[in-house]
C-alpha cells in the first residue's frame, strides 16, 4: 500500500458513524524518515511554506448538531422578534383577543401594553442573561457535568419554557389581565435554557473534528497538501453559522403571524421546531464524541498567573517573558522544590488563553456597530419613508445576507485562496471583518445625516410626526431601501468575526476550560447590550448622528489596534487541545481496556515500528 492510500485510510471516512477496521502496512523507508502522528505523516516546514492547504472531511455528527443548534436558534429568535410588541403594545381594540389585529387595521399586534419602558427593561434583561450566564454553565460542563448533559439540561428547561409561554399567550389569559405573571417566568427560564445550551454546543462540534494536526496527504488529483485543522474546524463553523441566521430568519414569519393570527400561533410555531431536539439528541447520543468533565484548570490558571506576577513583577505584564517565569521547569531551574499540578505546556496553553480573552475584548464595539447602538437604528427609519412597510423589516437582511454569503464564502472564495496559496489566517479574517463593519456602519451616519437634512421637522425626525398637523407629511424624503446597505456589508462582516472567534475560543483554550472560554467570547455581547442599555437616554434627537459615528470612529481606530496587537498569531499553528485518545463515544466505552486507542469511527492504523536514531516511527 502506498504512502498516501494509507494516509487516507488512516483518517478514514469521517462521514461513517461506525467503526472501521483498517489494514495492517509496513512503513516505507520514505515514511520512516518523516516523523509522524498517529499514522499521519506531519509536514516538514518547507513543506508549510510550499503546499496548499485543504480542509479535511467532517464527521456527519458535525452536520448534526448543526442541525441542533439550528433548531435551537430558529425557536430562540422567532420568539425574541415579537417580544416587544407583545409586551408593549396593548390588544389591538379591532382584534381576536389574541394580540392579532383586524386585516388591513392600522393597529399594532400587541398584548400585554406595559409601554416601551418595561419592553425595553425586559428584553434587554433577556438578552444580557442569555449572554452572561453562560460563563457560569460553561465553567459547570467543564467541571462536573460534561457538555453534553449541559446541553440537554438547557434544551429541557428551554422546552418547558417554550410551553409556559405559549399558555401566557391564550386569549382567556391574556383577557384576565394576569398573562405577565408567566410571560415573565418563560421569558427567564428561556434565557436560562439558552445560556446552559450556548456555550457547549460549538466547542461539542468541534470536539468531533478528527483532524488534530496538520498532515500530508496526496489529493485524488496527485497533489500533495496539507489537511489543515484550522480550514476543517472553519469549513463546518460556517455551516454553522449558516443554520444559526436561517433559524434567525423565523422571526420573519412569527412577526406576520402575531399580526394575523396571534401571539399564542407566533409562540407555537418555534416550539414546534424545537421539540426536533429531543429526538434528536437522542439519536446523536451514542455517536457523539464526549470530552468527560475534568475538573477545573481554573485554579491552576491562577497559580500560573500568580506565579508570573510574582517572579515577574506587574510591570512585566503584556511583555515578551512574562509567562516564561510560571513555567515549572524555570521555577525549579530556579531552585524552587515545589511540585507543579501542570507543566510547561500548560503554561502555554495559560498564554494562548488569556491572548483569546484580549482578542474577544475588541469585539464589543463591533457588535455595536453591526446594527448601531442600542435602538439608534429604530429611530433613524421611524424618520425614513417606508412606503408602508415596518421600519423593522429590512432589519432581517441580516440573517438572510449571512445565509446568501456563507455558501459563497465556504466554496467559492476561502478554496479559491488556499488554492492561490493564500494564507487567510484567523487574526487576517478578524480584521478584515472588523474593517468592513466600520466600513458599513459609517452608512448609518450618512443616512442619518440626510434625514436629519430633509425631514419637515430637521433635527426632531424621528417624533415628527407628532410635531406637524395630523395628516400632514412627517417623514424625510430619503427612501428607506438605502438602509440595506449598511445592514448587508455589516451583516458579512460577521461571518469573517464570529465564525472566527468560534474557533480561536476552542483552538486557544485548555481542554478543560473549552467551555468556559467560548462563554467568555459570548459574555462580549452581554457587554455590549449592557453599553447599548447605558446610553439609552442619548438614543434621540438631535445626537443620533454621534449614536452612529462615534462608535464606527472608535471602530476604525479599535481595528488597527487590533492588528498591530495581535498580527503574529497569523503565523501560529491552529492547535487543538485534544488527542485522539480523546475521542471515544459512548459505543467505544465498552471496558476499561477498549478506552485507549479508540478513535471516533475511525480506528487507529496499525504501524510495524521501526527504530530510527531514537525516535519511533
Known amino acids: 500500500m502506498d504512502t498516501s492510500t494509507a494516509i487516507r485510510n488512516s483518517i478514514g471516512d469521517v462521514h461513517s458513524t461506525e467503526p472501521k477496521e483498517l489494514p495492517i502496512y509496513n512503513a ?12 499521519l505523516v506531519l509536514p516538514t516546514e518547507e513543506e508549510k511554506a510550499t503546499l496548499r492547504r485543504v480542509a479535511g472531511s467532517m464527521p456527519a455528527s458535525c452536520y448534526w448538531l448543526c442541525a441542533v443548534e439550528f433548531a435551537e436558534r430558529a425557536s430562540y429568535y422567532g420568539c ?10 396593548p390588544l389591538p381594540p379591532d382584534g381576536n383577543g389574541a394580540g392579532a389585529s383586524a386585516p388591513g387595521s392600522q393597529y399594532t399586534a400587541g398584548a400585554l401594553g406595559r409601554g416601551s419602558v418595561t419592553a425595553t427593561a425586559m428584553t434587554e434583561a433577556f438578552k444580557f442573561l442569555a449572554y452572561a450566564l453562560p460563563i457560569y454553565f460553561g465553567w459547570l460542563a467543564d467541571t462536573k457535568y460534561g457538555r453534553f448533559k449541559m446541553i440537554c439540561w438547557g434544551v429541557a428547561i428551554c422546552g418547558v419554557a417554550h410551553v409556559i409561554m405559549i399558555i401566557s399567550a391564550l386569549p382567556p389569559v391574556l383577557a384576565s389581565g394576569n398573562a405577565i405573571g408567566p410571560f415573565a417566568l418563560s421569558l427567564y427560564m428561556l434565557s436560562i435554557g439558552a445560556a446552559q445550551f450556548k456555550p457547549n454546543i460549538s466547542p461539542t462540534l468541534m470536539d468531533q473534528s ?28 460556517l455551516w454553522f453559522y449558516l443554520l444559526i441566521n436561517v433559524g434567525a430568519c423565523f422571526g420573519i414569519a412569527t412577526t406576520y403571524l402575531a399580526k394575523i393570527v396571534g401571539y399564542w400561533a407566533a409562540y407555537l410555531v418555534p416550539t414546534i421546531l424545537y421539540f426536533m431536539l429531543p429526538p434528536l439528541l437522542w439519536y446523536l447520543n451514542p455517536r457523539l464524541v464526549k470530552q ?71 469585539q464589543p464595539i463591533f457588535h455595536i456597530n453591526d446594527g448601531g447602538l442600542g435602538a439608534a437604528a429604530n429611530a433613524l427609519t421611524a424618520g425614513m419613508q417606508t412606503n408602508g412597510l415596518p421600519n423593522d423589516l429590512l432589519d432581517n437582511l441580516n440573517s438572510v445576507s449571512i445565509v446568501v454569503m456563507v455558501p459563497v464564502m465556504n466554496h467559492i472564495v476561502y478554496p479559491l485562496l488556499r488554492r492561490w496559496g493564500i494564507r487567510f489566517g484567523s ?29 419637515p421637522c430637521g433635527y426632531d425626525a424621528t417624533t415628527c410626526a407628532e410635531i406637524v398637523p395630523e395628516g400632514e407629511n412627517s417623514l424625510s424624503s430619503v427612501s428607506y431601501s438605502w438602509y440595506a446597505i449598511p445592514i448587508i456589508i455589516t451583516a458579512i462582516a460577521e461571518i469573517f468575526v464570529n465564525v472566527t472567534a468560534y474557533g480561536i475560543a476552542y483552538s486557544r483554550s485548555p481542554k478543560n476550560m473549552k467551555g ?36 464606527t470612529i472608535c471602530g476604525g481606530v479599535l481595528t488597527v489596534i487590533f492588528w498591530f496587537t495581535f498580527k503574529h498569531i497569523n503565523e501560529e499553528e491552529f492547535v487543538i487541545n485534544t488527542d485522539f485518545s480523546d475521542m471515544k463515544r459512548d459505543s467505544d466505552r465498552e471496558s476499561e481496556d477498549e478506552q485507549v486507542g479508540k478513535v471516533t469511527g475511525v480506528k487507529e492504523p496499525v504501524v510495524e515500528e521501526t527504530t530510527k536514531g531514537d525516535k519511533k516511527i
Not at 425574541?80 to 403594545?89: E, P, S
Not at 488534530?212 to 463546518?236: A, F, M, R, W, Y
Not at 472560554?517 to 442619548?538: D, E, H, K, R, Y
Request: proline share 5%; hydrophobic share 40%; charged share 20%.
Open 28 to 39: 516505507s523507508k520514505e515514511e520512516v524518515e518523516r516523523e509522524t502522528f498517529h499514522g
Open 80 to 89: 425574541n422578534q415579537v417580544y416587544k410588541n407583545f409586551i408593549r403594545a
Open 210 to 237: 478528527p483532524h488534530k494536526v496538520p498532515h500530508v496527504i496526496t489529493d485524488k488529483n496527485g497533489e500533495k497538501v496539507i489537511v489543515d485543522p484550522e480550514e476543517s474546524i472553519s469549513g463546518v463553523m
Open 292 to 362: 468527560p468533565p475534568g475538573g477545573s484548570d481554573l485554579g491552576n490558571v491562577f497559580r500560573v498567573l500568580g506565579d508570573c506576577l510574582h517572579h515577574g513583577g506587574v510591570t512585566s505584564i503584556g511583555r515578551k517573558g512574562f509567562w516564561e517565569a510560571g513555567k515549572p521547569s524555570v521555577r525549579h531551574a530556579a531552585g524552587s522544590t515545589k511540585e507543579y499540578g501542570y507543566d510547561d505546556q500548560f503554561v502555554e496553553d495559560v498564554r494562548r488563553t488569556f491572548q483569546a480573552c484580549g482578542i474577544f475584548l475588541f
Open 427 to 455: 487574526i487576517s479574517r478578524m480584521t478584515f471583518g472588523f474593517a468592513l463593519c466600520t466600513f458599513g456602519s459609517i452608512g448609518f451616519s450618512v443616512l442619518q445625516y440626510y434625514v436629519y437634512q430633509t425631514s
Open 516 to 551: 468556559l472560554v467560548a462563554s467568555i467570547n459570548l459574555f462580549m455581547t452581554a457587554i455590549s447590550a449592557a453599553i447599548g442599555l447605558a446610553t439609552a437616554p442619548a438614543i434621540r434627537d438631535p445626537y443620533l448622528i454621534w449614536a452612529f459615528a462615534g462608535p
